[in-house]
T-cell receptor, first 116, second 111 residues
Framework: EAGVTQFPSHSVIEKGQTVTLRCDPISGHDNLYWYRRVMGKEIKFLLHFVKESKQDESGMPNNRFLAERTGGTYSTLKVQPAELEDSGVYFC??????????????FGQGTRLTVV | GDSVTQMEGPVTLSEEAFLTINCTYTATGYPSLFWYVQYPGEGLQLLLKATKADDKGSNKGFEATYRKETTSFHLEKGSVQVSDSAVYFCALKNSGYALNFGKGTSLLVTP
């Protein structure tokens, strides 16, 4: 069974440009999450999809970030325009149910974004 | 709000040494606690978990006990190997869906 897959693995863009990250969850997982780790900091929750609906987007830093999950399958996270402080590793995770309590979320390998 | 504090790294140990990575948490209610590991070039993997007080999670020789009285979930291994070199993250999940992570502790094990 394929795990959570993220594309690209690395991205280097200039300040002001647009970048789109993609996440393919495990097949059959309705719940999809985005997290971000800025260098030396905690991994922070960004948002949570249940199928194609945004369940919780309280962690999204500002309106330069737009996440979508068309058809409830893969998800994209667009940053437009990118700023220097957006640099970090973006993780995607998926889980079979709502993830409350002890249900395991499976993570992708992350996309390392560098804004120069 | 909920938070996790774990010891700063990097931690460097010789092979077969004893490992402890400290983790304490602040949370209301009764969270579930987790240790995740990220090996070089890979994604986060669940290492072990505990869902209630006094539970002990264990996997691959690693152990951690959920101590509510000290709000701690310290990770231990009796004899580390070079292959254990990775970044270790302590995390909690409370009533919501999101995981709250610590900053991560980098472990380097030398032969």
């Amino acid at each position: 069974e394929a795990g959570v897959t993220q594309f690209p693995s690395h991205s280097v863009i200039e300040k002001g440009q647009t970048v789109t990250l993609r996440c393919d969850p495990i097949s059959g997982h309705d719940n999809l999450y985005w997290y971000r780790r800025v260098m030396g900091k905690e991994i922070k929750f960004l948002l949570h999809f249940v199928k194609e609906s945004k369940q919780d987007e309280s962690g999204m830093p500002n309106n330069r970030f737009l996440a979508e999950r068309t058809g409830g399958t893969y998800s994209t996270l667009k940053v437009q325009p990118a700023e220097l402080e957006d640099s970090g590793v973006y993780f995607c995770a998926s889980s079979q149910d709502g993830g409350r309590g002890n249900t395991e979320a499976f993570f992708g390998q992350g996309t390392r974004l560098t804004v120069v | 709000g909920d938070s996790v504090t774990q010891m700063e790294g990097p931690v460097t140990l010789s092979e077969e040494a004893f490992l402890t990575i400290n983790c304490t948490y602040t949370a209301t209610g009764y969270p579930s606690l987790f240790w995740y590991v990220q090996y070089p070039g890979e994604g986060l993997q669940l290492l072990l978990k505990a869902t209630k007080a006094d539970d002990k999670g264990s996997n691959k020789g690693f152990e951690a006990t959920y101590r509510k009285e000290t709000t701690s979930f310290h990770l231990e291994k009796g004899s580390v190997q070079v292959s254990d070199s990775a970044v270790y993250f302590c995390a909690l999940k409370n009533s919501g869906y999101a995981l709250n992570f610590g900053k991560g502790t980098s472990l380097l094990v030398t032969p």
